[in-house]
Structure formats: C-alpha cells, structure tokens
C-alpha cells in the first residue's frame, strides 16, 4: 500500500488491501405495543422473500437484510470522501497558491485513504454478515421440526376431546416421541449454532471496528501535521507572501503515516471460543459430565467462589501467565499509548519560518 496524489494524475489509487488484519435508553428493543403497520409499501420479489421466511427466522433475516444496507452505506460514504479528497486537491491548484496547492494536495490524499478504510471497513462487515447467515439458516431448518411436534401435540389433543379411547392416540404418540427426539436434537443444533456463530460474527465486526477506528486516528493526526505546514499569518495589502519551503516536510508526514498503517497491529483482548469440541452435526463430540457442585461436596456459593489459588492455576495455565479481571484490552493504544516522534513539522504554526 502507499499513499499517492488521487486527484492530479487523473488516476485513481489503487484499492487498499487489508493490513493485519446517545440517548441512550435500558433497552433498544422494538417497542411491541407500537403498530407495526406502515403505509405505502410496495410490493415486490425481496419483500416476498421476506413473508415466506420461516417464523423462527424473521426477524434475523430482517437484521441481515438491514446490515446489508449497511455496508451499502459504508461503501458510497468511502466514495463520496474519494470524490471529495479528489476535489479538495483540484480547488487548491486552482487557487495558485503554491502553499494550499501542496496542503490541499496532501490532505486530499490522507483523505482518500480514509475512504479507502471505509471500503475496507464494509468488506469487514460483510463477512460478519455472512458468518449471520448460518444462524438463520439453522433456524430455518430447526422449524419444520417445531412445527411438526406442534402438529402432532395438537391432534392429539383434539382426538382426546372427541374420542378418548381411539387406539389411534398410541399411534400418535408414538409418533410424538421420535418427534421429540428429533426436535430435541434440533434445538441442540440451534443453541450451539447459535451461540458460536453470534460470538464469531460480532467478535468479527468489533475487531473490524477497531482496525478502521485506530487507522483513521492515525490519518487524521498525520493530516493535522501537515496543516502546521500551512502559514496563517495575515498579510496587508500589497504583501507578497514567502515561497512555500515544506514540500520536503509533506512528503516525509505521507511517508510516516504510510509506515505507521503498515506497522498497525491489533491489540485486542481475546473473545475464546469453547465450540472446538463440536461435530459435525453441531452438536459435542463428547458430551459433558453433568456435574453438579454437590457431586463435588461443595455449596452453590463455595463453587461461585472457588478457591483463589486454583483458579489463578487455571488463569495461568489457559492463558500462560496469570492476567488481571480486567474488560480493557492491554497493550498500547493507538489513542493512549506513547506518541511518535517525528521531523519539526509539529511545530506550531506561529513557529514556522517561512
């Protein structure tokens, strides 16, 4: 990757590959006294689509369907801030000011990388879409089973009121058991799917989230570098100002900030996952001993509260050394962490000599 000029060769930059890769209320949740009805839909194949979806998998087909937009959005907004860097860069050329020609020049194309992270940024939303996908196609196929348990349970039901003593009722229930047992294994399908695949997906989506967030931390601060290029000192009227001295200085921030996109590194805390024990038909291989704390002679409080020195054993063992209950992700921080030190560019505009 490197960082170039978007605008003035009339070429476009070629597309970035990844690196390494509120009013707020109690609940979000839709309110479901509102009425649902809204007027003037139209109708048409995708809201088909949408009515033919089994009940178990509305509402995350919606949720799917609504990212998808999403990342649409996410797209257009990294094309519109290419566009806008491209036009940033042709405005101050038209100005004949040598020194906005070579700022705005330089901004545009720090500029047209933060479009660049936004496309990257969608692509990453894209694959945490898809990895969605596989929950609501489980759900899909785990409602047949639901319905046919219902069916049955709701013949039997009927039967019973009109005619108690029918031997079809054995029938059905036997029916009912190996409806059961199928059902049981779905649901076991389901919750396991389920749980991994929502764990995977937005563990995905966060980590993009950080990628994109930190690299646009870094742009923007080498684009307030070179901003102090750009004297401001108010001129009177007949005053010729200075030749602009800095190329040198812009050229050495772009370098900088392309380095530092390049030495980027996540510093994530780990999101574990415990599925590597399942099969192939999603559920455990080996199913777990069903233990209770008192087949261990403990009370529910001492099996909450464990024994310290166990538990710092186990901490050590799992993760190599022993690492604090701590929620933050250690490491240095793009936002917190020490700061670079680069060429006099930072100075104060107030300091440059012209």
């Not at 996908?133 to 009121?161: C, F, G, W, Y």
């Not at 190996?178 to 563990?203: G, P, S």
């Not at 799992?318 to 936002?335: E, F, K, W």
């Amino acid at each position: 990757m490197s960082l170039r000029t978007p605008s003035r060769s009339n070429s476009r930059k070629e597309k970035n590959t990844p690196m390494a890769h509120l009013n707020r209320a109690l609940s979000i949740r839709s309110n479901k006294e509102k009425s649902s009805s809204s007027g003037g839909k139209r109708f048409n194949l995708s809201s088909l689509r949408g009515t033919v979806q089994p009940e178990l998998s509305k509402k995350l087909y919606k949720l799917i369907k609504s990212e998808n937009h999403l990342i649409s959005n996410y797209e257009a907004a990294g094309k519109e801030r290419i566009s806008i860097a491209s036009q940033l860069s042709d405005w101050g050329e038209a100005t004949n000011d040598e020194a906005i020609s070579e700022i705005s020049d330089k901004i545009g194309v720090l500029l047209s990388e933060l479009g660049e992270q936004e496309d990257l940024y969608a692509h990453n939303l894209d694959d945490s879409r898809a990895i969605l996908k596989t929950i609501r196609n489980t759900e899909k196929s785990v409602q047949p089973s639901r319905d046919h348990k219902a069916k049955i349970t709701d013949e039997m039901a009927k039967l019973k009121a009109k005619e108690p003593e029918s031997a079809k009722l054995v029938i059905l229930e036997q029916e009912l058991v190996r409806a059961e047992a199928e059902n049981l294994v779905a649901e076991a399908q389901l919750t396991n799917i389920t749980r991994q695949k929502m764990k995977e997906a937005y563990a995905a989506e966060f980590a993009a989230t950080i990628e994109r967030a930190e690299k646009q931390i870094i742009l923007a601060r080498h684009a307030r570098r070179v901003l102090n290029l750009l004297d401001d000192t108010p001129v009177v009227p007949g005053d010729v100002r200075p030749a602009f001295e800095h190329t040198d200085q812009v050229r050495q921030i772009l370098n900088d900030a392309e380095a530092d996109l390049q030495d980027w590194q996540p510093e994530l805390e780990d999101v574990p996952s415990m599925a590597g024990n399942l099969g192939s038909n999603a559920v455990p291989k080996e199913p777990r001993s069903p233990l209770t704390p008192r087949d261990h002679g403990l009370s529910l409080d001492e099996s909450m509260m464990g024994d310290s020195t166990t538990q710092g054993d186990h901490l050590a063992h799992s993760s190599g050394t022993a690492q604090p209950a701590s929620r933050i992700s250690s490491g240095t921080s793009v936002t917190t962490g020490t700061a670079h030190t680069y060429a006099p560019s930072e100075i104060e505009p107030a300091h440059i000599v012209v």
